[in-house]
T-cell receptor, first 111, second 113 residues
Framework: GQQVMQIPQYQHVQEGEDFTTYCNSS?????IQWYKQRPGGHPVFLIQ?????EVKKQKRLTFQFGEAKKNSSLHITATQTTDVGTYFC???????????FGDGTTLTVKP | DAGITQSPRHKVTETGTPVTLRCHQT?????MYWYRQDPGHGLRLIHY???????DKGEVSDGYSVSRSKTEDFLLTLESATSSQTSVYFC????????????FGDGTRLSIL
């Protein structure tokens, strides 16, 4: 079945440093979605990428979808303490009803 | 936030007892999901439903059953709870269009002693 690997599992940064998490799928994806979960909260949708090579930005966050539609990344520029949480990617494959989530990257930011 | 309510929010029970978690939505979404979240494992799909009385297994379905008798309700049952089922359980809904995200409930923290 479809597998989605996400690295790193944890990332500790100093406030102001950049952060990147990577997602790799074993199969070609129809789309990929990114979610953020604050400590004690539930996953909240951030963005969806659909097209090969697509790049989207949300303020300090940059999302990329690979040319082969099998990998994706989330980059945060100049992290802030409000960025703490766990970031998940979720890939939609051939089964239209099921997305496969990566294990998430937990970001901690030291002031 | 999307209209999703999980109940109970917290539950402590003993090994061997039956447990039912409820997910209720007011969005009339076709798809509903149950995930469990454990440290180091992210979100793992237990079961999902693609319509009333239509359900399918996820990657960690052993020991769990589900039912969906109405569009708005999706029940997760642990017939005989075990300590390995201690986890945080999230319900999610999806409208069925590829450009839509999943919306998650607030979660149920279940402890089995």
């Amino acid at each position: 079945g479809q597998q989605v690997m996400q690295i790193p599992q944890y990332q500790h940064v100093q406030e102001g440093e950049d952060f990147t998490t990577y997602c790799n799928s074993s199969t070609t994806l129809s789309n990929i979605q990114w979610y953020k979960q604050r400590p004690g909260g539930h996953p909240v949708f951030l963005i969806q990428l659909v097209k090969s090579g697509e790049v989207k930005k949300q303020k300090r966050l940059t999302f990329q979808f690979g040319e082969a539609k099998k990998n994706s990344s989330l980059h945060i520029t100049a992290t802030q303490t409000t960025d703490v949480g766990t970031y998940f990617c979720a890939g939609l494959g051939t089964n239209a009803g099921k997305s496969t989530f990566g294990d998430g990257t937990t970001l901690t930011v030291k002031p | 936030d999307a209209g999703i309510t999980q109940s109970p929010r917290h539950k402590v029970t003993e090994t061997g007892t039956p447990v039912t978690l409820r997910c209720h939505q007011t969005e009339n979404h076709r798809y509903m999901y149950w995930y469990r979240q454990d440290p180091g494992h992210g979100l793992r799909l237990i079961h999902y439903s693609y319509g009333v009385k239509d359900t399918d297994k996820g990657e960690v379905s052993d020991g769990y059953s589900v039912s969906r008798s109405k569009t708005e309700d999706f029940l997760l049952t642990l017939e005989s709870a075990t300590s390995s089922q201690t986890s945080v359980y999230f319900c999610a809904i999806w409208g069925g269009y590829s450009n839509q995200p999943q919306h998650f409930g607030d979660g149920t923290r279940l402890s089995i002693l």
